[in-house]
């Protein structure tokens, strides 16, 4: 069993490790990609700080406006660094590629996670730098504490997690219907409103919040933001508990599907 175990993360470890090497040999290109940031987090601190000086106060729920400034770099690092492959899961049912892949010696959608985390870990790195400096200039350092760091670097991964079994979900969509591009639009438009993307939870209307938090958008974007800016304990309890709910739903619904999707493609022939 040791033997196995080590077998298989030699295995993953390597898929990783071989495509942070191809990001870092292309790094110009990811880097040009990154620059979109500086684009983005200009415009959200322009409006912001409109915002609270119309409003004439500190704070906005909790939040001042430094706050809301590195909310956003946060948000922005969390949603451009995830890992989207439900696009080429959808190219390989497309080709009839995926029936090769499927029988290759390791796991289809493991893969593809230990895949794309080497890119996700170039691009997340890569735009955090990026608008690091401006947003320092225009909001200065974190007070995020160092002991904090751990418990939001835990909420961030199980982030990436939920949102890697989604976009799994998505693709394998494409065993059905073949385009998956409406199912990926609208979880994306749901991640923007209720995930806390283009407005934290605590702006949004009181009747609006309790349902936006309990939801699994918000665990994507919001959640690891909020805990960075903003950390209590009581909070990270909640947010954990509330992830590793909708992983194992969520996980549970990806299950049936994979072995429904591959089942399939026996019976068909690819």
Known sequence: MLRQLQLTTTKYGAITLTNLQNQLAYVWDALNRALFILIIMFIFVQLWSAVYES????????????????????????????????????????????????????????????????????????????????????????????????????????????????FSIIGLLAFVTEDTFSFRLIYQKLVFILGGLMIPLDFLPAWLQPLARVLPFNLTTYAPAKLFVAFTWTQFRQIVALQVIWLLIIGAILFWQYRWATRRLVINGG
């Open 55 to 166: 409003q004439g106060v500190a704070e906005i729920a909790g939040l001042t406006l430094a706050n809301t400034i590195w909310y956003f770099l946060i948000a922005e690092v969390m949603e451009l660094g995830k890992i989207r492959h439900d696009e080429q899961i959808t190219a390989e049912v497309k080709d009839g590629s995926v029936a090769y892949t499927l029988t290759r010696p390791y796991n289809y959608l493991a893969y593809h996670f230990f895949n794309g985390l080497g890119e996700t870990v170039v691009k997340m790195t890569l735009i955090f730098l990026i608008g690091l400096p401006l947003v320092v200039y225009y909001a200065g350092w974190p007070t995020v504490s160092l002991t904090h760091l751990p418990a939001v670097l835990l909420v961030a991964t199980m982030a990436i997690l939920i949102d890697f079994f989604v």
